[in-house]
């Protein structure tokens, strides 16, 4: 389903689209996610994942809630993290099946869990680069640990749990 445009801009208008035609899984930007957590229920839902931006809190709804990230330079969600429990600032998560991740520093050394450094992704979804931006693509796209990296620019950390969070 592609919903109009007016029923994308009136979230109670879309959680009864999605109830009224049986909707199981759906995926919104993080911010109309948190809205829609907080102020809309859909019996049908069964799934709801976000991804875009930094996820802030949430709280444990009733269907599945999946915090994705994921550059468009890695052309699919890199890494998710499924929200079990109320919480600000979820984790993005772990590697997503053909990716790894790695949190290096400035320069370009692994750190161990709980530093914080710069967010690398590797994998099947990594980017040929930027079309006509040969500068743009030396400084993002690199090769690290002899695969094609993506340098996201993003500060993350593995924390104890061996999740990556910003």
């Given amino acids: 389903h592609i ?5 994308r801009k009136d979230l109670p208008a879309c959680a009864e689209y999605l109830s009224r035609n049986g909707i199981t899984v759906t ?17 049908s839902l069964r799934l709801l994942s976000v991804a875009g931006e930094q996820l802030t809190h949430a709280k444990k709804p009733r269907y599945r809630l999946i915090n994705g990230y994921g550059p468009t330079e ?4 890199a890494t998710t ?9 979820p984790p993005i998560g772990r590697p997503s099946a053909g990716y790894a991740t790695y949190v290096i ?10 530093m914080v450094g710069e967010l690398l992704i590797a994998g099947v979804g990594v980017g040929k680069g930027y079309l006509n931006r040969p500068d ?14 993506y340098r996201t620019g993003d500060l ?10 910003y």
């Avoid at 520093?105 to 709980?114: A, E, I, K, S, V």
Wanted: glycine content about 8%.
């Fill in 105 to 114: 520093d400035q320069y370009g050394h692994l750190l161990p869990r709980g």
């Fill in 81 to 89: 993290y499924e929200v079990t429990a109320d919480m600000d600032c």
């Fill in 27 to 43: 995926y919104l930007p993080t911010q109309v996610g948190q809205l829609f957590m907080s102020t809309c229920e859909v019996s």
């Fill in 156 to 165: 993350v950390r593995w924390n104890a749990d061996g999740q990556l969070e």
């Fill in 136 to 149: 743009l693509n030396k400084e993002k796209f690199i090769t690290f640990q002899g695969q094609r990296a």
């Fill in 74 to 77: 890695t052309t699919l969600y």
């Fill in 3 to 7: 919903l109009d445009e007016a029923i």
